[in-house]
Every structure is written in C-alpha cells, then in structure tokens.
C-alpha cells in the first residue's frame, strides 16, 4: 500500500473518505457478533467480477466483527451439467423433479463443485471458510416433498436443522458454506429450494439477518418496471401480494420464506440485487438501505 504525505489540497477528500468510514460506525456496533444468514445465487455467483465483489463484502463482514454463514444455490450449474449428459430440466412450482440420476448429479455440482469453489474463493481473501452439505452432522434433515400429492423424487421438506456444526465452525472462526442437500433418518439424500434452506438455517441459528441475493432489484410493483421496487413490506402484506399477481413465479417461494423466517424470529429479511456490485456493504453499513425489506409491521 502506497504510503503518502497528507497534502493539504487533498485534504477534503481524506477527510470525505473518514466520514464514510464512520458513517459505518454504528451499524458495525449494532451487528458486532450477530449472524447474518447470506442466500448466494443468481449472477453473483456466475459472473467472476460479482463472485469476487460478494466474497469480499462478506469477507469485511467477518472482519468487522459480523458472523457470517453462506447458503449458496446452483440451479443454473445443475441444468447445464444435466444438459450436457442430455438431459431435461424439470420444475414444478420452481422446484426440481429429482430422479435418482438428477439427485446424483446435484448432490455433485452443490456439494463439489460449487461450495468447495466458495470455500477456496474465502480462503483467497484469508478468510478461513468450511464447505458442509445439509448431510454432515445431520445438520438438515428433510422429508420427502410432496406438493399437492405429486410426486416429484428426492425433493426435501426440511423438518429440522441442527446447528451445532454450524456454531461450533463459527465459534473457531471459519465461515460455514452449506449445499442445499440433506438427509433422513434412512439416510437418503434429498435436493432443497437453496431458498428453503437459508430461511430455516435463519431461524435455527438465531440470525438478525437473512439476505437473499437475487437476479433483480428487488420486489417490484410492476414487474416490467425496474424502478418500482417495493423498498419495504410488511409480513401481512406478503399473502396480499402473491393473492393479487404482484409477485409471482420464483418471488413466490422467496417471499414465502421471507415471511416464515420472520415469523419464526429472524430481525430483519433483504432481498438485494446480486448484479449490484458490493450490495451486502451498501445495505448492511450505509444509511442508504437497497432492494426490499421484509419487516414485521408493529415496528
Ligand atoms: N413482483 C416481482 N418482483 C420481482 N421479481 C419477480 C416478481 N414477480 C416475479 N418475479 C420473478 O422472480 C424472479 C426471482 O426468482 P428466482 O428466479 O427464483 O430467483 P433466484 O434464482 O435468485 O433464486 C425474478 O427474476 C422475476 O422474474
Ligand atoms: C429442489 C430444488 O429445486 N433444488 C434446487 C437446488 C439449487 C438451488 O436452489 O439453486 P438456486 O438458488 O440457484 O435456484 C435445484 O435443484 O435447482
């Protein structure tokens, strides 16, 4: 780092520059050692600029004394990996019918490829990091989904996370990153909505925060309108809006957990544009809060 004399007609911008650090200041006092829940998908974790700009984010997290745990997703890997063997994806309600070939080979993407390549990303930053799926320590256990009585294969229901693992990686310093990938009392694999996962760890691990990072600026109004982003919304609100078509598609199971992890205890719930660079930094310590919060309305 270039270590340089103060001058005097730089002045103004040194001092500029200290004032964005503490505007910081209280909002690095207000999370010193709570949990924040990060939902990692969408262009974030495909384009290698974002990739970098997120782990950084997260890294400074961690730094200024936050605890930071990464649910990361892979939809989009799975669907390549699967089209290359020639095979077709199927969703039903955003959920993926999983063969027992298709489980295989998300099992492989989420949990190799993918969480091991974030751990590394971490460990770039010296940032200690531990990848886990759902299946070690039996820290998810799930039961076979049945939507509306379909059948559609080795998709989970989360019936219970346990967070010891999770605790004790954090209270030796690591970051974990958990594969949306869990497991029964039979020891079946189940494949899980990434969604699902980050809203249910939210609540086991007491967290203040669950951030999802999406493809879009946030819950918007009108959907077609990029700049009719819904800057707050109340868990009341959150039935109304899927009732009356505002939200639809892939928001719907976001929403849905946004809303049941506050009810269930987490603080507060963000959905924040990932194709924003450093949009963990500009929610978390900035007075300018981004995308759409999800709040209980007594507040
Ligand atoms: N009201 C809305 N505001 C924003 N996005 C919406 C809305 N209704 C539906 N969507 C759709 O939901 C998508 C986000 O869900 P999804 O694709 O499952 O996200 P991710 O891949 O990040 O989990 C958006 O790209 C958009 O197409
Ligand atoms: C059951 C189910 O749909 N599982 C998801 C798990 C990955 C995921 O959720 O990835 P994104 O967050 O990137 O969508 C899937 O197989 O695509």
Not at 214 to 222: F, K, S
Not at 247 to 260: A, D, F, R, T
Request: charged share 25%; proline share 3%; aromatic share 4%.
């Amino acid at each position: 780092m270039e270590n340089t004399v103060l001058k005097e007609g730089n002045m103004d911008k040194y001092i500029n520059q200290a004032k964005t650090l503490l505007e910081a200041l209280p909002y690095i006092q207000q999370f010193n050692n709570k949990i924040v829940v990060i939902k990692y998908g969408g262009s974030a974790m495909i384009d290698e600029d974002l990739k970098k700009s997120v782990i950084k984010d997260i890294t400074m997290m961690k730094m200024v004394g936050m605890k930071p745990v990464v649910v990361h997703g892979g939809g989009k890997k799975i669907s390549e990996t699967l089209a290359k063997m020639g095979k077709e994806s199927v969703f039903l309600d955003g959920l993926r019918v999983t063969d027992d070939e298709t489980m295989e080979i998300a099992e492989m993407v989420l949990s190799g490829n993918i969480n091991k390549g974030i751990v590394q990303m971490f460990h770039e930053q010296g940032i200690p990091a531990v990848g886990i799926s759902g299946k070690d320590a039996n820290t998810i256990i799930a039961e076979k989904k049945m939507p509306e009585g379909k059948d559609i294969g080795w998709v989970g229901e989360i019936q219970k996370v346990n967070p010891e693992l999770m605790l004790t990686l954090m209270e030796e310093g690591f970051v974990p990153v958990i594969a949306p990938i869990a497991t029964d009392e039979h020891h079946h694999t189940y494949n899980i909505n990434a969604d699902y996962v980050a809203s249910a760890v939210g609540v086991a691990l007491k967290a203040e925060k669950v951030v999802y990072l999406t493809d879009v600026e946030g819950v918007l109004r009108n959907i077609n309108d990029p700049d009719s982003v819904l800057s707050r919304i109340a868990v009341e609100d959150v039935d109304r809006l899927i009732d009356n078509k505002v939200i639809q598609g892939g928001m719907i199971p976001k929403l849905q957990n946004c809303k049941k992890s506050i009810l269930e205890g987490v603080n507060r719930v963000h959905i924040l544009d990932g194709r924003q660079e450093h949009c963990l930094l500009l929610e978390l310590f900035t007075n300018s809060g981004i995308g759409t919060m999800i709040y209980k309305s007594e507040e």
